[in-house]
């Protein structure tokens, strides 16, 4: 079935959907923001497509992807250094050409036709002073995900009327799962018996840069003595 719809796909919608490889799977493609809605139209109401179930909607950030912030392409016998230090805006890494993203964001949906029996994911790009419309009046299911995505990731989907936090607190700061969002957080929560409610505060917790790996020699290395 998935080559059937992908010929099917190719042959009529060819200028709109751009195929992702992913070697295995259900078809992927990608659209450019401007087409996003047509093209969830097409795919919802075009009857040889009649995906009538939106699975998912997430969010992805890869402002960090492709970067390293240590050489990995080849490894001692030892294996690799847990010590590394943390991103920062101002170091100067280089970036895996083969890795790097077109977008700071994307908004990906997994498809599916309960009558036809297919499955697709579709992919959208987009920056990050960019937003994506919703597709809530098409699948409604996408209400929760898409207030999901907008939590964690901070995209807007414009028109959405409900557009407000999901899983974090109602003061929270940030959107926790943007690659430059702190493990920490930016604030801590505590209840203050003085104040009778719970007060927020600057985290207290020090970053800190993981300590390196301990090669012992030892029975438990291929080097090691053989016991004790």
Not at 156 to 168: S, Y
Request: glycine share 8%.
């Amino acid at each position: 079935m998935s080559s059937e719809l992908q010929s099917y796909i190719e042959k009529n919608y060819g200028s709109i959907f751009t195929p992702i490889p992913t070697g295995k799977g259900h078809p992927t493609y990608e659209c450019e923001i401007n087409h996003y809605l047509e093209v969830c139209e097409l795919l919802k109401n075009d009857p040889n497509f009649d995906f009538d179930t939106l699975i998912d909607l997430c969010g992805i950030d890869y402002l960090h992807y492709g970067l390293d912030e240590w050489s990995s392409e080849l490894a001692s016998k030892e294996g690799f250094s847990r010590g590394a230090s943390r991103l920062d805006e101002n170091l100067n890494l280089e970036r895996n050409t083969k890795l790097k993203p077109r977008s700071r964001f994307a908004v990906q949906l997994q498809l599916l036709s309960v009558s036809k029996n297919h499955r697709l994911s579709l992919k959208v790009y987009l920056n990050d002073d960019e937003s994506i419309p919703t597709i809530k009046h098409i699948w409604t299911s996408v209400d929760w995900f898409e207030r999901e995505a907008f939590d964690l990731f901070g995209i807007i989907f414009i028109g959405h009327e409900d557009l407000r936090r999901i899983l974090t607190d109602y003061g929270f700061s940030g959107h926790p799962f943007r690659k430059d969002f702190p493990v920490s957080g930016y604030s801590e929560v505590r209840y203050d018996p003085q104040q009778g409610r719970v007060v927020y505060e600057p985290v207290s917790i020090e970053p800190r840069v993981q300590i390196p790996k301990t090669i012992r020699d030892d029975s438990r290395y291929e080097s090691g003595s053989g016991g004790d």
